[in-house]
């Protein structure tokens, strides 16, 4: 494949633009950050003309896939109604009523515009409900890149500490070491080590945060019975049980992790798959802790908040996911379960150790020796360099997948792209 316009213009955007890209993650592409033209559906077009099976979907937000009809055509009318009022309008109502219906843990709801944002105000509820410093995170989950919560999502090794009880590790110079202080880090799927923290910092712990499938490395499922466990601990220690579900919110259920795994989080987070690509997020919770930001004795604030325009593509959206009970998502999944078992089919033909993880919208390719990964430290077994090599033969064949080997499905994806896409990953096994 061609990509001289995509490298002309990275070219001319690393003049103006810090490594040419607005956005860090977006630097480990290959041969160099691509630039794209336009989408539809499951697909899209590069600056050269490249068409794509789309399996990265904005990284998670475009679930009814590349500009869907309903969605642009809300927003438009929105757009000539008004953009911006530094008051409220009926369509952030409408749309926080939509949301409280989908998903358990809502009584209520703050809108905001991004997922770092979002999880920032979750830990802030956490810290000013309780009155307590402590956050408990776990090592691999992402929450997004803000000072406090951007530490041991992808530590190296050699830095990181016991696998008991790692060590704070920043996520990038310029954190300030006393946000470390504050966190207490644990393996993920460790119930016992959760429970010896809480005993370690009795009366200290503000909040549990955690990605509920931990999606962002790995797609690794809670094990049985680990979610429930936190549950009962945060409870007991009256601290705050926080859901991540940035990417698993309206993708792996309507009503997110919370619904597939049954466990309700005192609070939780969203941001991708509610609006369609459009900036909106969202910090979700019970009535009791929510209502600390209505009588202002917790402050969450944001100009751009709740915009008529992005609420308008939130509408939109939820309508489109809710309507026949979730007969989109579910199909979507099963295409994506489907996706799954071919391209681990594909690997076992081929002779590889391959292991496919996650659920049908959302799900990890790796070549592994185990199949034992339940945590950051058993995903790093993982052979990156092989991974590597199947991702660059997938995109010379018209399929584009994150490098890091997490796969988006969307409700556009169709049983054509999915055996076009079982059928390239055939052929690009024989890279690996
Ligand atoms: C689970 C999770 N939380 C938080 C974030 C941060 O969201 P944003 O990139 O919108 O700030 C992400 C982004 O990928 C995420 O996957």
């Not at 991974?387 to 010379?396: D, T």
Request: glycine content about 12%; overall charge neutral; proline content about 5%.
């Amino acid at each position: 494949m061609i990509f001289e316009k995509s490298r002309q213009l990275y070219e001319r955007a690393c003049q103006t633009t810090p490594g040419g890209i607005h956005s860090n993650v977006r630097a480990n592409w290959q041969p160099h950050p691509m630039f794209y033209d336009h989408g539809k559906g499951s697909r899209v077009w590069d600056a050269d003309g490249n068409e794509f099976i789309d399996y990265v979907l904005g990284r998670g937000p475009l679930l009814l896939g590349h500009s869907p009809a309903p969605v642009i055509e809300a927003v438009k009318k929105q757009l000539d109604r008004g953009l911006l009022y530094a008051g409220q309008s009926d369509v952030e109502v409408e749309a926080a009523e939509r949301f409280c219906k989908l998903v358990p843990c809502a009584d209520m709801v703050r809108f905001a515009c991004s997922g770092s944002e979002a999880v920032h105000g979750a830990i802030r509820l956490a810290r000013g409900i309780t009155g307590r410093p402590k956050i408990l995170r776990f090592e691999g989950h992402y929450h997004g890149w803000y000072d406090n919560i951007a530490w041991n999502y992808a530590p190296p090794l050699e830095k990181a500490g016991p696998r008991e009880w790692p060590i704070p590790q920043p996520a990038s110079k310029g954190q300030s070491a006393s946000d470390g202080f504050n966190l207490v880090i644990r393996p993920f799927n460790d119930l016992d080590l959760v429970k010896a923290a809480f005993e370690q910092d009795p009366g200290q712990i503000a909040g549990v945060i955690c990605e509920a499938i931990m999606c962002n490395t790995g797609a690794i499922l809670p094990k049985p019975g680990f979610l429930e466990g936190l549950r009962e601990l945060c409870t007991k220690n009256e601290a705050l049980l926080i859901f991540d579900e940035v990417i698993t919110g309206f993708r792996v259920a309507l009503g997110g992790a919370q619904e597939y795994t049954g466990v309700t989080p005192d609070v939780a987070v969203f941001a991708k798959g509610m609006s369609s690509g459009f900036p909106v997020s969202a910090i979700a919770g019970k009535r009791e802790y929510m209502q600390a930001f209505g009588d202002l004795s917790i402050t969450h604030a944001g100009t751009y908040n709740a915009g008529p325009p992005v609420m308008a593509a939130t509408v939109a959206t939820l309508d489109v996911l809710a309507a026949g009970g979730g007969a989109l998502l579910k199909a979507a999944i099963k295409r994506g379960e489907r996706l799954m078992a071919g391209i681990a089919e594909a690997g076992r033909r081929a002779g590889k150790k391959i292991c496919v993880r996650g659920i049908g919208t959302a799900f990890h390719v790796s070549f592994n020796e185990t199949t034992e990964v339940v945590d950051y430290r058993s995903y790093l077994t993982r052979d990156a360099a092989a991974y590597g090599r199947f991702w660059a033969a997938l995109q010379e064949r018209g399929i584009r997948a994150i490098p890091g080997g997490l796969w988006f499905v969307s409700t556009a994806h169709t049983d054509e792209d999915i055996d076009q896409t079982i059928a390239a990953a055939g052929e690009a096994m024989k890279a690996v």
